[in-house]
């Protein structure tokens, strides 16, 4: 008897294994295709997507996020010395060709750029970003000095990480300029009812690159997946596997009821909260930069939901896949912008900028990345920036 339910319990737990396994596949399948299909559009075969100009490229046609090592200060940052789809990361961690060398050589000025995945040329690969873009119009502008442009940006960074990185790991590389492409990923993580300067754990980044590194624990991939994939680009996000339950609970549960939700629901924010946070961690960012003579530029990245160019239709069709956003962003931007003034803090609000743009100019790849066209406009926008301060350190 107790030999029969021993089978019987085996034979339940291996169709368990195999439904899970099965399920994982699906859930793969289907998440490449929902990716494919939103970076396309449902764009007619052969297409171009509008965002690009280059035959071949697309939104998927390169890893848009690097892979990462823990760091105890900032969290995860990109391994150094791995080459991805599109990519390379140098020996010292950033997305730049060469090694920087130590100390830094006469004449030459160095920018760093801090920002998230829209700051890490996510949407495009090596020889088609902007900060290469940037790097060689300066190069032209200033060709007595060597000029270097290094892409320290790390996807889903917040400001509060930005911050730290310059503090803890950048100084040492002895900037002239450090521009921040920031505070959209700060709205996002309020959007969520997170507070950037609490040191809570990012969307579970900490604890799941420790499963990574310890392999007795079990890992889980990027969106929820169940089994971990140890060549994916991008850290795993524990709490997508519970946000996918609790769509799937909901879902069932409105249905039976007879009442179908018609948007996304996100918790309540406290965007006020958010931007003075934020502006607290850029004055942090610009005090540490003066201590170590590095001046500072400060953006306000551009996302769908705030800029002030004219929408392309294919970015009104990306729009309404975002409408959830939007009162949180337009409020905490608004309120930066705010803060900027009246404390004469000079941000750059590269969404203001963007007015002059066409409608027939297509930048965003989704809500916040830019494609091939929208990356070569922003690095000539962001060389124009960057000009003046290379003038004045170039007569010191």
Not at 282 to 309: D, M, V, W, Y
């Amino acid at each position: 008897m107790e030999k029969s339910f021993l089978y019987k319990l085996l034979v339940l737990a291996g169709i368990i294994v195999v439904l899970l396994v099965l399920a994982e596949i699906g859930v793969r399948v289907v998440f490449a295709w929902k990716m494919q299909k939103a970076a396309n559009l449902n764009l007619p075969a052969g297409q171009m997507p509008p965002q690009y100009a280059t035959p071949g490229l697309s939104y998927s046609s390169q890893d848009n996020f690097s892979k990462m090592i823990f760091d105890p200060v900032v969290c995860y940052r990109p391994k150094p010395g791995h080459k991805g789809k599109g990519y390379a990361i140098n020996g010292q961690g950033f997305r730049y060709r060469k090694e920087l060398i130590e100390p830094k050589p006469p004449r030459t000025i160095r920018i760093f750029i801090l920002g998230g995945s829209f700051a890490f040329g996510a949407g495009v690969p090596d020889g088609y970003t902007y900060f290469e873009v940037m790097e060689a119009d300066l190069q032209k502008r200033f060709p007595e000095n060597k000029i270097e442009v290094v892409c320290a940006a790390v996807g889903a960074y917040s400001s509060l990480q930005e911050y730290l990185l310059l503090a803890t790991r950048l100084v040492r590389f002895q900037p002239d300029l450090v521009m921040a492409l920031t505070l959209a990923n700060d709205a996002y993580f309020t959007t969520k009812g997170q507070d950037v300067l609490k040191g809570n754990d990012y969307l579970g980044y900490d604890a799941a690159i420790r499963a990574c590194i310890d392999k007795r624990i079990l890992g889980r991939y990027y969106y929820g997946q169940i089994f971990r994939d140890p060549d994916a680009s991008f850290p795993p996000l524990w709490s997508d596997y519970w946000v996918k339950l609790h769509w799937a609970w909901d879902t069932a549960l409105f249905r039976w009821r007879g009442e179908i939700p018609d948007k996304v629901k996100h918790q309540p924010s406290l965007p006020a909260e958010a931007a003075e946070r934020f502006v607290y961690v850029q004055k942090l960012l610009r005090a540490c930069a003066a201590l170590e003579n590095i001046e500072t530029l400060i953006f306000l990245q551009p996302t769908i939901s705030t800029t002030g160019k004219a929408l392309h239709p294919v970015e009104k069709k990306l729009q309404e896949n975002f409408r959830f956003q939007e009162r949180v962003f337009r409020d905490i931007y608004g309120q930066v912008q705010d803060l900027s003034r009246r404390e004469s803090l000079g941000f750059i609000d590269i969404n203001a900028d963007m007015a002059g743009l066409g409608e027939d100019f297509c930048f965003f790849v989704d809500w916040v990345h830019a494609g091939e066209i929208g990356q070569k406009w922003l690095g000539g926008y962001l060389a124009e920036k960057a000009a003046p301060v290379i003038e004045r350190r170039k007569m010191k």
